[in-house]
């Protein structure tokens, strides 16, 4: 059984994460990031996690056609 981290990251391992995260959508995905100037890591975090977490329904989504 997995344990829930409930530890809350530094703002120096968020900003870690967070450049990590962004270089492989970079490589991965081919996506470009640019801010008009700084902003908390936490809400970078919840912007990456929507940002992967779209990628991943429209992956599974299946085309329609609509008339």
Do not use: C, V, W
Not at 14 to 40: C, D, M, S, V, Y
Not at 41 to 54: A, G, N, T, V
């Amino acid at each position: 059984m997995k344990e829930k981290k409930n530890k809350k990251k530094s703002t120096s391992d968020l900003n870690f994460e967070n450049e990590f995260r962004k270089a492989k959508l970079q490589i991965e995905k081919g996506a470009h990031f640019q801010t008009n100037g700084k902003i908390p890591p936490e809400l970078e975090s919840i912007f990456l996690d929507h940002i992967e977490k779209f990628d991943k329904a429209y992956k599974k989504a299946s085309p329609i056609t609509i008339f």
